[in-house]
T-cell receptor
Framework: AQKVTQAQTEISVVEKEDVTLDCVYETRDTTYYLFWYKQPPSGELVFLIRRNSFDEQNEISGRYSWNFQKSTSSFNFTITASQVVDSAVYFCALSENSGYALNFGKGTSLLVTP | GAVVSQHPSWVICKSGTSVKIECRSLDFQATTMFWYRQFPKQSLMLMATSNEGSKATYEQGVEKDKFLINHASLTLSTLTVTSAHPEDSSFYIC?????????????FGNGTRLTVT
């Protein structure tokens, strides 16, 4: 069975601080996909990244970066120089294939204060 | 980019009534659609998977007679909450894909907030 653990329930930082959101996953599949989504207070899910199990390259997109480490089954997300607009709930998710249903972690609520 | 439209975005209904939520793929054919439910301050939990033209597959613990899912076309799936009760109040969100194939993208609707009074 698949499982996603986001141990950090809530994080509060001051604007411009860097923050890392942790994600640890469990799966018996050799092929799988990992995702990060942002859910602002309005509720919609904003897609941030998809990574397949064969691609361990880290990725950077603007202030966002992701560190995928199969050895520790982790897919951590870092926001550099955080901004108030980054305040949201962030979900890490896992699926056995890209078009399959997602197994979500419990989410990390990030609050960035001015 | 691909868009999934979910309607309504919010609905308030009285206990005992039924509510229908629509999920439409606007610019692609969604062979498979997924319905999730999210209670306040909790994660998204998969309710059911529907494939066009066939019966939906429900997750354990989800009442198929209460949450009716229809996926009659490649662009539309509906979720009907029958005889809604206050405990059904939740955020319902759908997602759609072209199918369970390698690298097929997954697109989410904006969700429907249901409040049952």
């Amino acid at each position: 069975a698949q499982k996603v653990t986001q141990a950090q329930t809530e994080i509060s930082v001051v604007e411009k601080e860097d923050v890392t959101l942790d994600c640890v996953y469990e799966t018996r599949d050799t092929t799988y996909y990992l995702f990060w989504y942002k859910q602002p207070p309005s509720g919609e899910l904003v897609f941030l990244i998809r990574r397949n199990s064969f691609d361990e390259q880290n990725e950077i997109s603007g202030r966002y970066s992701w560190n995928f480490q199969k050895s520790t089954s982790s897919f951590n997300f870092t926001i550099t120089a955080s901004q108030v607009v980054d305040s949201a709930v962030y979900f890490c998710a896992l699926s056995e294939n890209s078009g399959y249903a997602l197994n979500f972690g419990k989410g990390t609520s990030l609050l960035v204060t001015p | 980019g691909a868009v999934v439209s979910q309607h309504p975005s919010w609905v308030i209904c009285k206990s005992g009534t039924s509510v229908k939520i629509e999920c439409r793929s606007l610019d692609f054919q969604a062979t498979t659609m997924f319905w999730y439910r999210q209670f306040p301050k909790q994660s998204l939990m998969l309710m059911a998977t529907s494939n066009e033209g066939s019966k939906a597959t429900y997750e354990q613990g989800v009442e198929k007679d209460k949450f009716l899912i229809n996926h009659a076309s490649l662009t539309l799936s509906t979720l009907t909450v029958t005889s809604a009760h206050p405990e059904d109040s939740s955020f319902y969100i759908c997602s759609a894909s072209i199918g369970q194939v390698v690298n097929s993208p997954l697109h989410f609707g904006n969700g429907t907030r249901l409040t049952v009074t």
